[in-house]
């Protein structure tokens, strides 16, 4: 069994303070010592980005 | 608040959904909030929640198998912590618009988008930038110039405004343009210039975007706003004022955007909390002059209400020449990140992604989003990749071509090349490309740089030591429209322009 530290799912660098949901602070989970087989993934189905004040206007 | 699948739900009416090939995004003209749905299946849900007895109904409708339960009620959880979807009172009707031309009607394409894209691939394994950069239906973010007509001369201009140009569109043509937008689910356009107030029509093309169901957000100097003018902005729905300052005091702005500048936008910010207008926005963009000036500037945000909004400065169109003297130091840039970091409420809408090597990323989509998710209209019509690069290099098309702005947005050879995946050139070594992605394409290029290459203001330093070795330090402005109605210099004390 090949044992050894899985990251299930890497998605996003969200800085601190960015509000986050229980799916986003989920998205990253560290599996200790799971066999392959029983690899998991877990679906980020919402992703909430900060656009206000994106524009390219002076 | 706890989320019950056992309970019926229904969409926020001030939601509005497009289709995307992920699923769909979602934009909340209430709180301004914008969501990835990342799976049709979900898309589908929360279009048709308001139908069903329950959200376990849904799934089942919809085929979602019991295994992926968890993840859907997770984003339903986090949908509804958004203000997307709330739990429903059934004692109460559903009221949504049904009118096709509100902002928050569904999107008419998306019952058939639907039925064909349910067997699309799971988003497993693919991050949202990694969806992003590969391009979108619509842009997020369209910045749209009116006029190159402006009452003031700022020496940072990006479009090089000052004199109207003869050929720019027609109020017939820019309702075209609109309906086009409506067509293709715009959320919201940002309207800038030249001083987008000085066009007579401007009134009735705001009005009719809103009618249309597309958001506005426009930028002025406020020159032109009379406590008249901000009644009737204050009166509208879906419309959003940013108003123009890039000194705290009089000294540091009249220097940058012209004499009596800052008295007009004090003067325009005070027309706009007598009418009640709510929260407007007091737009900065930064410099080695003001940077100093941040806790200034949020205090006054502070005295108005409002929300303040920071900007990077840009070598393009008059800023070319005004880079040299303007642009922050390194230290500079440190203060700002720092300063940002501690006040994730202050808007700066991806500007600083450059910054996020300093450390933790700023908020924002942290990549260069030009003809990804952000593209220009200009004021003839011509279609440029963002609004930093109004450059024949960089135009995509233009609205008058056969198709309008919908096949320019899709089908560019230009937008095709950016949605590719692109070399990190000469930053792929360094340990901090992944946060800042090599920087902004614009400022690399009008400052001679090559585009797979470090920024200018890279903060690791490798800018300068590129930019030492460029032997085009600006580059000329040949390709761009320049509409300057004089030449204009930096005004280190206060001069008149």
């Known amino acids: 069994m090949n044992r050894c530290l899985h990251v299930v799912r890497t998605t996003l660098n969200y800085p601190k303070g960015f509000p986050m949901d229980d799916a986003a602070t989920t998205a990253t989970i560290e599996a200790d010592e799971r066999d392959d087989s029983e690899l998991l993934e877990e679906e980020l189905l919402v992703e909430e980005v900060s656009i206000d004040g994106m524009c390219g206007v002076y | 608040m706890t989320f019950d699948a056992t309970k019926p739900y229904r969409l926020d009416p001030r939601v509005a959904l497009r289709p995307e090939t992920f699923g769909a995004l979602a934009y909340h003209y209430g709180n301004r909030r914008l969501t990835l749905l990342r799976a049709p299946e979900l898309a589908a849900l929360v279009r048709s929640v308001d139908q069903f007895a329950t959200v376990r109904d849904a799934f089942t409708d919809i085929g979602i198998s019991s295994t992926r339960w968890p993840a859907f009620e997770k984003a339903i959880t986090s949908l509804e912590r958004s203000g997307f979807l709330a739990e429903r009172d059934d004692a109460i009707p559903v009221s949504r618009a049904t009118d096709e031309q509100s902002p928050t009607a569904i999107?008419?394409?998306?019952?058939?988008?639907?039925?064909?894209?349910?067997?699309?691939?799971?988003?497993?394994?693919?991050?949202?930038?990694?969806?992003?950069?590969?391009?979108?239906?619509?842009?997020?973010?369209?910045?749209?110039?009116?006029?190159?007509?402006?009452?003031?001369?700022?020496?940072?201009?990006?479009?090089?405004?000052?004199?109207?140009?003869?050929?720019?569109?027609?109020?017939?043509?820019?309702?075209?343009?609109?309906?086009?937008?409506?067509?293709?689910?715009?959320?919201?356009?940002?309207?800038?210039?030249?001083?987008?107030?000085?066009?007579?029509?401007?009134?009735?093309?705001?009005?009719?975007?809103?009618?249309?169901?597309?958001?506005?957000?426009?930028?002025?100097?406020?020159?032109?706003?009379?406590?008249?003018?901000?009644?009737?902005?204050?009166?509208?729905?879906?419309?959003?004022?940013?108003?123009?300052?890039?000194?705290?005091?009089?000294?540091?702005?009249?220097?940058?955007?012209?004499?009596?500048?800052?008295?007009?936008?004090?003067?325009?910010?005070?027309?706009?909390?007598?009418?009640?207008?709510?929260?407007?926005?007091?737009?900065?963009?930064?410099?080695?002059d003001n940077i100093e000036q941040l806790d200034g500037f949020e205090q006054l945000a502070e005295h108005y209400g409002a929300e303040l909004r920071l900007t990077r400065f840009r070598p393009s169109g008059?800023?070319?020449?005004?880079?040299?003297?303007?642009?922050?130091?390194?230290?500079?840039?440190?203060?700002?990140?720092?300063?940002?970091?501690?006040?994730?409420?202050?808007?700066?809408?991806?500007?600083?992604?450059?910054?996020?090597?300093?450390?933790?990323?700023?908020?924002?989509?942290?990549?260069?989003?030009?003809?990804?998710?952000?593209?220009?209209?200009?004021?003839?019509?011509?279609?440029?990749?963002?609004?930093?690069?109004?450059?024949?290099?960089?135009?995509?098309?233009?609205?008058?071509?056969?198709?309008?702005?919908?096949?320019?947005?899709?089908?560019?050879?230009?937008?095709?090349?950016?949605?590719?995946?692109?070399?990190?050139?000469?930053?792929?070594?360094?340990?901090?490309?992944?946060?800042?992605q090599g920087g902004c394409m614009a400022t690399k290029f009008f400052t001679g740089l090559p585009l797979d290459g470090p920024d200018p203001e890279c903060v690791k330093g490798f800018g300068e030591d590129a930019l030492a070795g460029t032997a085009v330090a600006i580059v000329p402005v040949s390709g761009t429209s320049d509409h300057s109605w004089a030449p204009v210099s930096l005004g280190r004390t206060r001069t008149s322009v």
């Open chain 2, 318 to 436: 008059r800023g070319a020449e005004s880079w040299n003297a303007l642009h922050p130091t390194q230290t500079q840039q440190r203060t700002l990140y720092t300063w940002l970091l501690e006040r994730p409420h202050v808007l700066t809408g991806d500007s600083f992604f450059h910054l996020s090597a300093l450390g933790e990323a700023l908020p924002g989509l942290n990549l260069c989003g030009a003809g990804r998710v952000v593209c220009l209209i200009d004021p003839v019509g011509d279609v440029y990749a963002c609004p930093f690069v109004l450059h024949d290099d960089f135009k995509a098309g233009s609205v008058r071509d056969a198709g309008g702005f919908g096949e320019v947005w899709t089908n560019s050879t230009l937008f095709a090349g950016l949605r590719e995946p692109q070399s990190a050139g000469a930053c792929a070594s360094c340990g901090a490309y992944d946060a800042c």
């Open chain 2, 107 to 288: 999107h008419p394409d998306f019952p058939s988008w639907i039925d064909s894209t349910l067997d699309a691939p799971p988003t497993r394994g693919t991050t949202m930038a990694d969806q992003l950069k590969t391009g979108l239906n619509a842009p997020i973010c369209l910045t749209w110039e009116w006029t190159y007509a402006c009452n003031l001369q700022c020496v940072h201009c990006l479009s090089s405004s000052g004199t109207r140009d003869p050929d720019e569109l027609t109020t017939d043509q820019m309702k075209r343009i609109v309906d086009d937008l409506h067509d293709l689910g715009v959320f919201y356009v940002n309207i800038g210039g030249g001083e987008p107030m000085l066009r007579p029509d401007f009134f009735e093309v705001v009005e009719y975007c809103v009618s249309r169901g597309v958001g506005v957000k426009f930028s002025t100097n406020g020159g032109l706003m009379t406590a008249e003018k901000a009644q009737r902005l204050a009166s509208m729905d879906y419309v959003d004022v940013q108003i123009s300052l890039d000194g705290i005091d009089e000294v540091t702005n009249d220097a940058v955007r012209g004499s009596g500048s800052h008295a007009k936008a004090r003067r325009a910010m005070d027309h706009l909390r007598d009418a009640d207008f709510g929260q407007f926005k007091i737009s900065v963009v930064m410099t080695r």
